[in-house]
């Protein structure tokens, strides 16, 4: 019985590995040539059911944005800004949405104050559980090429 069923895994490892063997992936960009235009990121954590942004969070978002004018100093360009706010995990699903969409906009807000073009940002919804621990943030990242 175990020899069957240890078959039976290879049989379907086997038949997956061939049925994504046809599949690419999707291309990625190049890393930009100028060491200048690395991308950028940053994690800005908020207090518990808040979207006030802490005091720490201004000098992270202004040096994001020193890299951002290094990058177009040196002749690259900033592609966009991606902005991912996570909820507090014991929300419910419509506090969670109101959550994310606050603490969005609150970072976005501040990256305007900070010099980001407002047509560069872009906030995006999470992807997996959003009942994991510490998930109280937003994750800031700066596309440069």
Known sequence: M?????RAGVIWIAALAAACAGFEMAPQDP???RPECNDASVT???PEESATLQPLADPLLTQLMQRVNACQGAGGELREIR???YPDSGA???MREAEMRMRGARVRAALVAAGAPEDKIRVVRP???LRQVMQRRAEVTADLF
């Open 2 to 6: 175990r020899r069957l069923a240890v």
């Open 31 to 33: 890393p930009s040539p």
């Open 44 to 46: 800005i954590y908020f």
């Open 83 to 85: 902005i991912v706010a």
């Open 92 to 94: 419910n699903r419509s």
């Open 127 to 129: 992807r997996g559980d």
